[in-house]
């Protein structure tokens, strides 16, 4: 079965301070990857996702993410961090195999920004 | 554009009422999607369905019921509300019925439901 761990619950950084938000997964193949936001009161936006190919994407707001199959690794940066950046942050996996397979989502990562 | 519309966006019920959270969207999305998402536990999938009159079970479905008679909405419905179903509901849609990740998720805003 896929899971995901994100081992951060709650990481706080000053403003234009970079960011790295953790994610490994398990699955026995080459996953779909995503990140999410989640900003309070709000569902989820899509920031970025890996299919295949490049193994680092660029997603919105100035986030990239690498994949890196040898550490079963998705984990989310962002090299100046702005106050409106503080959400929670959500990793997930999605398999490739099957009809309508599930997305699993790890337990989130909150960010607070501090000015 | 509203993309996908939960309603309503908060509920308070006691124990043993029963009462149906909607999902609407307009972007002729098969696939369909209801999540909870409780404190430290990320978002779980309760059901879900890839098209009309098709729906299925995910991880967390005991207690739920739904149905999906038009692509356009996909209901979720509690029988009898326990205080374990206090949580925030998110529907979820995307374009392709196939394995999980050739689409990312559309999100709603949520429900927030709370059982006295």
């Known amino acids: 079965a896929q899971s995901v761990t994100q081992p951060d619950i709650h990481i706080t950084v000053s403003e234009g301070a970079s960011l790295e938000l953790r994610c490994n997964y398990s699955?026995?193949?080459?996953?779909?990857l995503f990140w999410y936001v989640q900003s309070p009161g709000q569902g989820l936006q899509l920031l970025l996702k890996?299919?295949?190919?490049?193994?680092l994407v660029q997603g919105i707001k100035g986030f990239e993410a690498e994949f890196k199959r040898s550490q079963s690794s998705f984990n989310l940066r962002k090299p100046s961090v702005h106050w409106s950046d503080a959400a929670e942050y959500f990793c997930?996996?999605?398999?490739?195999?099957?009809?309508?397979?599930?997305?699993?989502f790890g337990t989130g990562t909150r960010l607070q920004v501090t000015l | 554009n509203a993309g996908v519309t939960q309603t309503p966006k908060f509920q308070v019920l006691k124990t043993g009422q029963s009462m149906t959270l909607q999902c609407a969207q307009d972007?002729?999305?098969?696939?369909m999607s209801w999540y909870r998402q409780d404190p430290g536990m990320g978002l779980r999938l309760i059901h879900y369905?890839?098209?009309?009159?098709?729906?299925d079970q995910g991880e967390v479905p005991n207690g739920y019921n739904v149905s999906r008679s038009t692509t356009e909405d996909f209901p979720l419905r509690l029988l009898s509300a326990a205080p374990s179903q206090t949580s925030v509901y998110f529907c979820?849609?995307?374009?392709?019925?196939?394995?999980?990740?050739?689409?990312?998720?559309?999100f709603g805003d949520g429900t927030r439901l709370s059982i006295l």
């Open positions: 979820a849609t995307r374009p392709g019925t196939g394995g999980a990740g050739n689409q990312p998720q559309h």
């Open positions: 699955y026995g193949a080459t996953p779909y």
């Open positions: 890996y299919f295949s190919g490049d193994t």
């Open positions: 997930a996996v999605g398999a490739r195999a099957g009809t309508a397979s599930k997305l699993t």
């Open positions: 972007m002729n999305h098969e696939y």
């Open positions: 369905s890839v098209g009309a009159g098709i729906t």
